[in-house]
């Protein structure tokens, strides 16, 4: 099983492959892989991604058949089935690398940020306890200093769901907190452009606890 890092730079040039409209050839000759891969798999990255269908993992980061274990569901959420998802792959494939794979205007973050400021109570259950996984994140955000518009809001709300997520994940079982403490699995956050079609990896992944400060909210108002 390739490393962590080398696993982050291959999702990086195939992202950066999707950007440029030069994908590999991988989709085509799934023939052949197809028949390599049926009686064993060994996906070196595993992407826990939101369902939106403008983010196909395998296609903004330009993998094939084989190569990614992908969880999706509305929201990159972490509840007990995502974590025992990962649990699966990293324990039974040794695969090294996990990312949490968000993206901008995510939905399920804009339903949040909507319940929150405009309860209305009509919610369904289901999608309710979708919310509920998403609300501490973004909450303290509420408290945005004056000058955040709408716009800034949501942006930051995106990127500090995405950052609970890992640090969930990473402190969500003891599994895998033994691996990562045997440094045999990175978790990293990532957060995909649906305007540019760009993936920023989040090198540097603070905790998400407390109220953030936001000095670039101005900035990102202009
Ligand atoms: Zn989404």
Redesign the pocket.
């Known amino acids: 099983m390739i490393s962590a890092s080398q696993a982050l730079r291959r999702l990086r040039e195939g992202n950066h492959r999707f950007v440029s409209d030069a994908p590999s050839r991988k989709a085509v000759t799934a023939r052949v892989r197809r028949s390599e891969l049926a009686a064993a798999q060994e996906p070196f990255a595993i992407i826990l991604g939101?369902?939106?269908s403008r983010?196909p993992a395998e296609i903004v980061l330009d993998q094939g058949i084989g190569d990614l274990f992908v969880i999706r569901v509305?929201?990159?959420i972490v509840a007990p089935s995502q974590v025992g998802s990962v649990e699966f792959a990293a324990e039974r494939f040794g695969t090294r690398l996990v990312v949490v794979l968000?993206?901008s205007r995510?939905?399920?973050?804009v339903a949040t940020l909507e319940a929150l400021q405009q309860p209305t109570g009509t919610t369904s259950r289901n999608l309710q306890s979708i919310v509920e996984r998403i609300r501490p994140s973004v909450e303290p955000l509420l408290a945005a200093p004056p000058g955040c518009g709408p716009d800034a809001l949501l942006e930051h709300a995106v990127r500090a769901h995405i950052r609970a997520s890992v640090s969930q994940l990473r402190h969500g079982s003891k599994i895998l907190e033994e691996l990562i403490q045997e440094e045999s699995l990175l978790i990293v956050g990532a957060e995909y452009s649906l305007e540019t079609g760009f993936v920023d990896f989040f090198d540097d992944v603070p905790e998400a606890n407390g109220t953030p400060d936001f000095p670039e909210c101005s900035k990102a108002m202009e």
């Open positions: 939101c369902s939106d983010v509305a929201g990159n968000g993206h995510c939905g399920a973050v």
